[in-house]
């Protein structure tokens, strides 16, 4: 198996760059997801791991070995792709088949035994002699894993697997890749812009935008505590407050927003970028829904209703606090066009500092 | 076809299989350059060497650069008419404007066009005609549903390969003087008319609308169809009656569909020489007939200088096309055509005059496309009074009994048959190569590539925009007198290899046509799938891509074989005093003696050309771009 290193990779077209500068280091074994907006460069970067893109600068290495200028049949990578990519005019079997004309199936195997094997793994068993238009969405891109698994690859790269599939399609086939990912043990690259699908099945998760990672983390890391105010928006639903410090001790800050004073305790992340903190520097901080309740009796603010959406466990509501966007994770639909909810000083987390702010002009 | 190697034999067997296998291995990862090489070395040697021939002839006077073949042209009215007084003078602009002011205060009289004005004018009315022939069809086909329609749909394509001097033959036979349309005029006591000699320039014109019209429609249809239904109903809902909703919706984008064929028309139609040859002769030259003309008489120089003076329109004209054409490239198949309303549902619906006009068409069309061919058809087995098979006890007599320097028939068959298979061999891999460097590079990364695979495309479909004779006089000139190279060597290919050469770069530009539409809609993902999987460029395109673009692969082929079968202006050439000539040349040879003979030849011509395109409808090739 494998471990991945990008060091310094950037990709330009012409006038436009997708990628500028992308840093990564992918343990052996690991499932690894790559998750930004559309056009944030997370397709170019797999692509580029891939070899079907050569980077402009930078370099790609598997093993220390240098991966630069070698063709993407000498990289022994599995793709999957967002739209199967299966050969319509080959078999299941044939599809499944097709690396092991150039690769040598694992030792004490002949090349049908492996199809069957890895068609049992995927589920699949007997529907070798189908054609790919007589299968599902969901059967193709598990032929298309198949296809990407049998050669044995050092490296398993999945390129939006799920975005054309339905939404309970999804979540199933999912912890199918996951399971096999783990019985495998193959490293994994995942590129996806669901969020919510990153932080299901990753072990680790890069948040790209605009060709730069803006952070990497396990998914607990990247959700509690996001190192950008652009992280903390784009995964999960965020409450973000723009302020000012007004006083600070030495683990709480007294920060104030529209007129209204919150004492918050900096994540200890923060704590030592913090320590430069004087009263009337400027700080951006973000509550998670979930922490913000009508039940807590610190920070309290009075939300205005907007419109409220029932998900059947929970209810999302979206309202407004003085200007501010607010968004709540409620049990029961509002019954008034006002809440008054409150969060607990350690529910605060901060995401931007004036200084990254100057240090970005 | 695992890479399993053998497991018994000695060190010395195992190093031998190892360096095979390495051979093999390079050959396979080096394949798809290797074509691409050999296909620019054929281009070089076969396409532009013999045109750059054509231009050097053109501009050196003795060994040194002069234009003074291009000045002597220019301004002489008999090639520019009225404006070899422009080129003569060009700063006198007042003299130009007042005579440009004297004419149109005059009310336009006529006015001298010379050799290029009047091959424009011929190329412009033919134009008019085959819109005038070809859109109605395209209304039709697009939106009736009868039996046959989807027939007559594939064969459109038909006329475009069929030989101009098979055509001309049809046409004889057709309209001449005891041709099937004085026949039939002659039932009911009319006739007979000489069609031909009193109005050859009508029939010149009509006999290039019988291969444009299909050709405008061809690609008329195509547009109609991919009109999105829902756009239409769009416009309906929103207050649009349905005349206005066609103006606003069907009518634009029918427009570039319209226009490509216009184009693509006067081109052609630019360019002609068998028809006009043929039923014109000399009286109705245009450019192109008279370089043949210069080139007989061994004027070499004037007919260069005419030849490149043409290839700059034409080149320009190609130009044109190609950027629009990628202009328009954009647009998308609908996802839902307009549905097809039935021509004759019943009978008091088929006698509506809006119906009675579609027959009376579609009679029009009987006499223009089905008369000549038929009329020829006939000819070979009628003799004035009735049926006869003497034309073709002639052919086989002649085949036992001719002299070896007469144009014996069967070699003639066995020669465009074989030529036609071998041009398959160099013209697949040739057009292949072009359509996989073009659409790959159009592909992958950003906009340099992008351009080059432009300038690539437009290099390789040079082919349309040089005239049959322009490549023949540098063919001739070049590789058939041979030139000298350093060394004392000498660059000369003559014969079979110079013949299937040509018709390979001729028909080359019809398979990349059938192919690169294809190419470009498959999903890249398959290519890379394969390429991550384990397998080279070239196996990726032979295992992946190749299988599922067969279909324009044989229409490709299909095309190849018809063209290389029908090829004349540069086998004529190539030809010439050899055994190596086709049916096309000895129908030609037949012509001027015995029309019956000649017409006996020309069904045998017409009837495998027509089967080549038989057996590919029935293989499942497709002949439409959409």
């Given at each position: 198996?494998?471990?991945?290193?990008?060091?310094?990779?950037?990709?330009?077209?012409?006038?436009?760059?997708?990628?500028?500068?992308?840093?990564?280091?992918?343990?052996?074994?690991?499932?690894?997801?790559?998750?930004?907006?559309?056009?944030?460069g997370?397709?170019?970067?797999?692509?580029t791991?891939a070899?079907?893109?050569?980077?402009?600068?930078?370099?790609?290495?598997f093993?220390?070995?240098?991966?630069?200028?070698?063709?993407?049949?000498?990289?022994?990578?599995?793709?999957?792709?967002?739209?199967?990519?299966?050969?319509?005019?080959?078999?299941?079997?044939?599809n499944?088949?097709?690396?092991?004309?150039?690769?040598?199936?694992?030792?004490?195997?002949?090349?049908?035994?492996?199809?069957?094997?890895?068609?049992?793994?995927?589920?699949?068993?007997?529907?070798?002699?189908?054609?790919?238009?007589?299968l599902?969405?969901?059967?193709?891109?598990?032929?298309?894993?198949?296809?990407?698994?049998?050669?044995?690859?050092?490296?398993?790269?999945?390129?939006?697997?799920?975005?054309?599939?339905?939404?309970?399609?999804?979540?199933?086939?999912?912890?199918?890749?996951k399971?096999?990912?783990?019985?495998?043990?193959?490293?994994?690259?995942?590129?996806?812009?669901?969020?919510?699908?990153?932080?299901a099945?990753?072990?680790?998760?890069?948040?790209?935008?605009?060709?730069?990672?803006?952070?990497?983390?396990?998914?607990k890391?990247?959700?509690?505590?996001?190192?950008?105010?652009?992280?903390?928006?784009?995964?999960?639903?965020?409450?973000?407050?723009?302020?000012?410090?007004?006083t600070?001790?030495?683990?709480?800050?007294?920060?104030?927003?529209?007129?209204?004073?919150?004492?918050?305790?900096?994540?200890?992340?923060?704590?030592?970028?913090?320590?430069?903190?004087?009263?009337?520097?400027?700080?951006?901080?973000?509550?998670?829904?979930?922490?913000?309740?009508?039940?807590?009796?610190?920070?309290?603010?009075?939300?205005?209703?907007?419109?409220?959406?029932?998900?059947?466990?929970?209810?999302?509501?979206?309202?407004?606090?003085?200007?501010?966007?607010?968004?709540?994770?409620?049990?029961?639909?509002?019954?008034?066009?006002e809440?008054?909810?409150?969060f607990?000083?350690?529910?605060?987390?901060?995401?931007?500092?004036?200084?990254?702010?100057?240090?970005?002009? | 076809?695992?890479?399993?190697?053998?497991?018994?034999?000695?060190?010395?067997?195992?190093?031998?299989?190892?360096?095979?296998?390495?051979?093999?291995d390079?050959?396979?990862?080096?394949?798809l350059?290797?074509?691409?090489?050999?296909?620019?070395?054929?281009?070089?040697?076969?396409?532009?060497l013999?045109?750059?021939v054509?231009?050097?002839?053109?501009?050196?006077?003795?060994?040194?650069?002069?234009?003074?073949?291009?000045?002597?042209?220019?301004?002489?009215?008999?090639?520019?008419?009225?404006?070899?007084?422009?080129?003569?003078?060009?700063?006198?602009?007042?003299?130009?404007?007042?005579?440009?002011?004297?004419?149109?205060l005059?009310?336009?009289?006529s006015?001298?066009?010379?050799?290029?004005?009047?091959?424009?004018?011929?190329?412009?009315?033919?134009?008019?005609?085959s819109?005038?022939?070809?859109?109605?069809?395209?209304?039709?086909?697009?939106?009736?549903?009868?039996?046959?329609?989807?027939?007559?749909?594939?064969?459109?394509?038909?006329?475009?390969?069929?030989?101009?001097?098979?055509?001309?033959?049809?046409?004889?036979?057709?309209?001449?003087?005891?041709?099937?349309?004085?026949?039939?005029?002659?039932?009911?006591?009319?006739?007979?008319?000489?069609?031909?000699?009193?109005?050859?320039?009508?029939?010149?014109?009509?006999?290039?609308?019988?291969?444009?019209?299909?050709?405008?429609?061809?690609?008329?249809?195509?547009?109609?169809?991919?009109?999105?239904?829902?756009?239409?109903e769009?416009?309906?809902?929103?207050?649009?009656?349905?005349?206005?909703a066609?103006?606003?919706?069907?009518?634009?984008?029918?427009?570039?569909?319209?226009?490509?064929?216009?184009?693509?028309?006067?081109?052609?139609?630019?360019?002609?020489?068998?028809?006009?040859?043929?039923?014109?002769?000399?009286?109705?030259?245009?450019?192109?007939?008279?370089?043949?003309?210069?080139?007989?008489?061994?004027?070499?120089?004037?007919?260069?200088?005419?030849?490149?003076?043409?290839?700059i329109?034409?080149?320009?004209?190609?130009?044109?096309?190609?950027?629009?054409?990628?202009?328009?490239?954009?647009?998308?198949?609908?996802?839902?055509?307009?549905?097809?309303?039935?021509?004759?549902?019943?009978?008091?619906?088929?006698?509506?005059?809006?119906?009675?006009?579609?027959?009376?068409?579609?009679?029009?069309?009987?006499?223009?496309?089905?008369?000549?061919?038929?009329?020829?058809?006939?000819?070979?087995?009628?003799?004035?009074?009735?049926?006869?098979?003497?034309?073709?006890?002639?052919?086989?007599?002649r085949?036992?009994?001719?002299a070896?320097?007469?144009?014996?028939?069967?070699?003639?068959?066995?020669?465009?048959?074989?030529?036609?298979?071998a041009?398959?061999?160099?013209?697949?891999?040739?057009?292949?190569?072009?359509?996989?460097?073009t659409?790959?590079?159009?592909?992958?990364?950003?906009?340099?590539?992008?351009?080059?695979?432009?300038?690539?495309?437009?290099?390789?479909?040079?082919?349309?925009?040089?005239?049959?004779?322009?490549?023949?006089?540098?063919?001739?000139?070049?590789?058939?007198?041979?030139?000298?190279?350093?060394?004392?060597?000498?660059?000369?290919?003559?014969?079979?290899?110079?013949?299937?050469?040509?018709?390979?770069?001729?028909?080359?530009?019809?398979?990349?046509?059938?192919?690169?539409?294809?190419?470009?809609?498959?999903?890249?993902?398959?290519?890379?799938?394969?390429?991550?999987?384990?397998?080279?460029?070239?196996?990726?395109?032979?295992?992946?891509?190749?299988?599922?673009?067969?279909?324009?692969?044989?229409?490709?082929?299909?095309f190849?074989?018809?063209?290389s079968?029908?090829?004349?202006?540069?086998?004529?050439?190539?030809a010439?005093?050899?055994?190596?000539?086709?049916?096309?040349?000895?129908?030609?040879?037949?012509?001027?003696?015995?029309?019956?003979?000649?017409?006996?030849?020309?069904?045998?011509?017409?009837?495998?050309?027509?089967?080549?395109?038989?057996?590919?409808?029935?293989?499942?090739?497709?002949?439409?771009?959409?």
């Open positions: 198996m494998t471990d991945l290193t990008l060091e310094g990779v950037s990709k330009v077209y012409g006038e436009t760059t997708a990628l500028r500068g992308i840093d990564l280091a992918v343990e052996d074994g690991e499932f690894f997801t790559l998750v930004g907006p559309s056009g944030c997370k397709t170019t970067t797999l692509r791991i070899g079907f893109e050569e980077p402009t600068a930078g370099s790609v290495r093993d220390d070995r240098e991966m630069t200028g070698v063709p993407p049949e000498d990289r022994d990578v599995g793709v999957v792709f967002q739209n199967y990519a299966l050969f319509p005019h080959m078999t299941v079997a044939e499944v088949g097709y690396g092991l004309r150039f690769r040598d199936p694992p030792a004490g195997t002949t090349r049908e035994e492996r199809i069957l094997e890895l068609l049992e793994l995927v589920d699949l068993a007997g529907m070798g002699e189908r054609r790919p238009s007589q599902s969405g969901g059967q193709r891109q598990r032929v298309s894993l198949a296809r990407a698994l049998a050669p044995e690859p050092g490296l398993l790269l999945l390129d939006e697997p799920m975005s054309a599939l339905d939404a309970r399609l999804r979540e199933t086939l999912r912890r199918q890749v399971r096999i990912q783990s019985e495998l043990e193959i490293t994994t690259i995942y590129v996806t812009h669901d969020q919510e699908e990153a932080l099945i990753s072990d680790r998760v890069a948040v790209v935008r605009a060709g730069t990672v803006e952070q990497v983390g396990t998914p890391e990247i959700y509690r505590r996001p190192a950008t105010r652009f992280v903390a928006e784009f995964i999960g639903d965020n409450n973000v407050f723009e302020g000012e410090v007004r600070r001790s030495s683990d709480e800050l007294r920060v104030r927003v529209s007129g209204r004073e919150f004492d918050i305790v900096p994540a200890d992340s923060l704590a030592e970028a913090g320590t430069g903190l004087e009263s009337g520097d400027r700080l951006a901080f973000c509550v998670r829904p979930e922490a913000l309740t009508p039940t807590v009796e610190t920070n309290r603010l009075s939300v205005t209703v907007e419109t409220s959406e029932f998900l059947g466990e929970t209810v999302r509501v979206h309202g407004r606090w003085n200007g501010t966007p607010i968004v709540l994770r409620l049990a029961e639909p509002p019954d008034a066009d809440l008054t909810v409150g607990a000083p350690d529910g605060a987390h901060v995401v931007e500092l004036e200084s990254d702010a100057r240090g970005n002009d | 076809m695992t890479t399993g190697r053998p497991d018994g034999g000695s060190a010395r067997d195992r190093g031998r299989v190892r360096v095979h296998v390495r051979v093999r390079w050959l396979e990862r080096h394949a350059g290797l074509i691409a090489l050999l296909t620019a070395v054929v281009l070089g040697v076969m396409l532009y013999p045109v750059g054509v231009f050097a002839e053109a501009v050196f006077v003795d060994g040194r650069l002069s234009l003074a073949h291009f000045r002597e042209v220019l301004t002489d009215p008999f090639y520019v008419g009225v404006l070899s007084q422009v080129f003569t003078d060009p700063l006198a602009i007042g003299s130009h404007l007042a005579a440009l002011g004297g004419w149109i005059a009310g336009f009289p006015f001298p066009l010379g050799l290029f004005g009047f091959t424009a004018y011929q190329a412009a009315l033919s134009t008019v005609a819109l005038a022939l070809g859109l109605p069809a395209a209304y039709v086909l697009a939106n009736y549903e009868f039996r046959g329609r989807r027939t007559i749909r594939s064969l459109t394509i038909l006329p475009f390969v069929l030989p101009g001097i098979m055509v001309a033959v049809g046409f004889y036979a057709m309209f001449g003087q005891a041709g099937t349309l004085n026949a039939i005029l002659g039932v009911v006591g009319l006739g007979p008319y000489p069609f031909i000699e009193r109005n050859p320039l009508a029939i010149v014109i009509v006999a290039h609308a019988f291969y444009n019209a299909p050709l405008v429609a061809r690609i008329t249809v195509a547009a109609w169809e991919s009109v999105d239904v829902r756009a239409l769009t416009a309906r809902s929103l207050g649009a009656s349905p005349r206005r066609f103006v606003d919706v069907v009518v634009p984008q029918l427009l570039p569909a319209v226009t490509t064929g216009a184009l693509l028309t006067f081109i052609f139609t630019f360019m002609t020489f068998p028809i006009v040859l043929a039923l014109g002769g000399l009286q109705l030259a245009t450019v192109e007939v008279w370089v043949y003309a210069r080139i007989q008489r061994l004027a070499f120089a004037e007919a260069a200088t005419l030849a490149i003076l043409e290839t329109v034409s080149l320009a004209l190609t130009y044109a096309y190609l950027r629009y054409e990628s202009a328009q490239a954009g647009m998308s198949r609908a996802a839902a055509p307009p549905p097809r309303e039935r021509l004759f549902p019943d009978l008091r619906t088929a006698l509506e005059p809006w119906r009675l006009a579609i027959v009376g068409y579609g009679v029009l069309t009987l006499v223009v496309f089905v008369g000549p061919m038929v009329s020829m058809v006939i000819g070979g087995f009628t003799d004035g009074g009735g049926f006869t098979l003497r034309h073709y006890e002639f052919l086989i007599r085949q036992t009994e001719g070896s320097y007469q144009t014996l028939p069967w070699p003639a068959i066995r020669n465009s048959l074989l030529f036609g298979v041009t398959l061999f160099v013209a697949m891999p040739m057009g292949v190569v072009i359509s996989v460097v659409t790959r590079s159009g592909r992958e990364g950003g906009h340099h590539s992008g351009r080059w695979a432009t300038i690539i495309d437009t290099l390789a479909m040079v082919p349309l925009a040089v005239s049959g004779i322009v490549f023949g006089i540098g063919l001739l000139r070049g590789l058939v007198f041979g030139i000298p190279l350093i060394g004392g060597w000498r660059l000369q290919i003559t014969g079979v290899v110079a013949i299937v050469a040509a018709h390979a770069v001729a028909a080359y530009p019809f398979v990349t046509r059938n192919v690169s539409p294809l190419l470009a809609d498959l999903d890249p993902a398959l290519v890379e799938s394969a390429r991550s999987l384990g397998a080279s460029r070239y196996r990726a395109l032979l295992d992946v891509e190749l299988p599922l673009v067969a279909s324009g692969i044989v229409a490709g082929a299909a190849t074989f018809a063209i079968i029908g090829e004349f202006s540069s086998t004529v050439i190539l010439s005093g050899g055994e190596t000539y086709t049916m096309p040349v000895a129908v030609e040879r037949y012509l001027g003696r015995r029309n019956g003979p000649a017409i006996a030849m020309g069904t045998v011509l017409l009837a495998i050309t027509g089967l080549s395109f038989v057996v590919v409808d029935r293989v499942g090739g497709r002949f439409e771009r959409d």
